[in-house]
Nanobody, 115 residues
Framework: QVQLVESGGGLVQAGGSLRLSCTAS????????MGWYRQAPGKQRELVAG???????NYADSVKGRFTISRGNAKNTVNLQMNSLKPEDTAVYYC????WGNGSWGQGTQVTVSS
């Protein structure tokens, strides 16, 4: 069974930065399509950023140029660097082993951006 551990959420002022990290354990294979979703109150969960292959990335239009997804040094680790944060980025951010929706999910980490 796969477990995902997320870290790095918190409260930040608009224009600030946060870095989220996620490590998957319990499987010896590499997850090529890891990524991050988010869900704001009253809204559907949406893809923020993810890998569509071992090296190709995909971003939501709303975060392009501000967020960067990267793989960590440890296997099955993915990071999300979030810069120039806006109040509308406030949400619970979830790590997943597959951006296609058929993987495992983390427990979520709260990101709150104050204006």
């Amino acid at each position: 069974q796969v477990q995902l551990v997320e870290s790095g959420g918190g409260l930040v002022q608009a224009g600030g930065s946060l870095r989220l990290s996620c490590t998957a354990s319990g499987n010896i294979f590499r997850f090529n399509a890891m990524g991050w979703y988010r869900q704001a109150p009253g809204k559907q969960r949406e893809l923020v950023a993810g890998f569509t292959s071992s090296s190709t990335t995909n971003y939501a239009d709303s975060v392009k140029g501000r967020f960067t997804i990267s793989r960590g040094n440890a296997k099955n680790t993915v990071n999300l660097q979030m810069n120039s944060l806006k109040p509308e980025d406030t949400a619970v951010y979830y790590c997943t082993t597959s951006i296609w929706g058929n993987g495992s999910w983390g427990q979520g980490t709260q990101v709150t951006v104050s204006s």
